[in-house]
């Protein structure tokens, strides 16, 4: 149970799915199509989508690269929260929006892996949310070049690491699009 008096909701955070971001991820059509399952199973469920997206010198608000992509569509309903930091909490209103709507778990989405997910995952735990990572509804781009392990090795060591979290009152896990479920008490 998270730690966050009278917050019984969950909330679906789909983050940066953004044209640039995706563009040559590993399983990028599979991660946007678990996306889009759990994003009706949620509207289905009057559970709010919360849509972050990120901007910054490379990645341009406005830009073709900044806006997401085409098979998934933010209703008007739906908050969309603009950042510039990894963290989906960092200088936003992501906690105010969550407040709002008596979020006290996110169920968490999108791209990257080792960056925005990652930071937006601790995030929420230190913040006092129960959070539970989509396994096979993230992805990352392959940074190797650079000395990090392939992409599927970034995947898998996430979802595997995350099964494990918890903290005082909080908790956290990873689960697969098939078996996500809403509900407040389902924390992993």
Same mark, same amino acid.
């Given at each position: 149970m998270a730690t966050l008096p009278d917050r019984q909701n969950t909330a679906l955070l789909v983050i940066d799915v953004q044209k640039g971001v995706l563009a040559g991820a590993p399983r990028r059509d599979e991660? %946007?199509? *678990?996306?889009? +399952?759990l994003i009706a199973s949620a509207r289905a469920q009057?559970? /709010?989508? %919360?849509?972050? #997206?990120?901007?910054? =010198?490379e990645l341009v608000r406005g830009s073709e690269d900044w806006q997401y992509v085409e098979e998934l569509v933010r209703l008007e309903s739906e908050p969309l929260v603009h950042k510039t930091w990894?963290?989906?909490? $960092? =200088? +936003?209103? &992501?906690?105010?929006? &969550?407040a709002e709507h008596g979020v006290g778990r996110v169920v968490v989405t999108g791209a990257q892996t080792d960056a925005c997910i990652r930071s937006t995952l601790h995030g929420a735990l230190v913040r006092g949310y129960d959070v539970t990572l989509v396994g096979d509804a993230h992805t +990352? $781009?392959? &940074? +190797? $070049?650079?000395? @990090? /392990? @392939? /992409? $599927?090795q970034v995947i898998a060591h996430? *979802?595997?690491?995350?099964?494990? #979290?918890?903290?005082p009152g909080r908790s956290a896990g990873t689960v697969d699009t098939a078996n996500v479920t809403f509900g407040a008490a389902d924390a992993g």
């Open positions: 991660v %946007i199509a *678990n996306i889009g +399952t009057d559970v /709010p989508v %919360i849509w972050v #997206q990120h901007s910054d =010198g990894f963290d989906s909490f $960092e =200088g +936003t209103a &992501l906690e105010a929006v &969550l +990352t $781009e392959d &940074l +190797t $070049e650079y000395g @990090a /392990p @392939a /992409p $599927e996430t *979802n595997m690491y995350w099964s494990w #979290q918890s903290a």
